[in-house]
């Protein structure tokens, strides 16, 4: 079951990368917040997990929102002027 | 065995990663690594997860023979009988009295045999009943390539299989082998010996077609050295 929802999540993820890279974007933050869409929503199809991993994919999926939140806070930044 | 194949995800993941960091211009093929990376260290996680479940679920199933092996007051070894002795199915006898000379074994019928001269013992199956009876097949004269094959091929618990015979007792030396506790900390591995014991036992005693006792488990660096005794 896992082993599909990675593998589906390995497709999205590779054919997105090559769309935005087709369309020249080059910024991290953009690249980093669709893989962060991508997990977080194809994972939500992998429960139930056992423990162990449910407890991994929390981590990774905080460790992402994380960076996601953090792009996100210097792009509202940057548009209200601040810094 | 276990799949190399998260950790693989992770090597290759993680060298992306570096390459699209340090190389300008690069940045789809760091996150085409870091996906990578995430994806290998999921898979490895997830290995043996599902395995670990379902040995917890059927454990229930060990605790119902421990108890009532314990019950009937027999707790001694069990001596793996080849199917020509127990009706055609390798099978485990677990005497009432400790194992002296098993002679004259007939099953009356499962789970009860004699043995000697009118003595009762409990006839289960083990482990290594389902491996030499699924293994039968493609059992020959040849004890270490019969082992060899039915180990690594058929069912993945070890990489390799050495043999030493010596008078009535087989040395049997399993290399790599994948320590599972099928019985979930149950009391009934004294009986039947460890997974890959009560395997090598079951096809030791179907190939040399007579009965054998684990006499000793020990590991012995990366291996798993299993001594049997033949009695009877």
Redesign the interface.
Known sequence: M??DI?IV??AL??LT??F??YLGV???DI??SL?TLI?LATMTMAEP?????RL??MA?AYGLIAVFTYFAALRIMAILGVG | MRSDVGASLMIIGASLAVVGYIEP?L??L???G???F??G???Q??EG??E??IINLSSAAWDNVSALVESAGLANSGVYLPSSMANGEPMVLIPSTPVGNLRNIRVIGKPLATYRAGLTGLLLASPGSRVALTCRDSLTSDLESSLRNCLTRQFPLARGVTVTEAGGEVTVRVEGPRLIDVYGGSTVKAIFGSAIASAVAAIVAEVLNRPFIIQEESRSGGALLIRLRGVG
């Open positions: 896992l082993k990675l999540q390995a993820t590779g990368t090559a935005l890279y080059h910024s991290i690249y980093i893989y997990y997990m056992p423990r162990r991993v991994l994919n990774i | 211009g940045i789809p760091m996150v085409l870091l996906s990578a995430i994806i260290l999921l898979v996680w997830d997860a599902m670990q479940t």
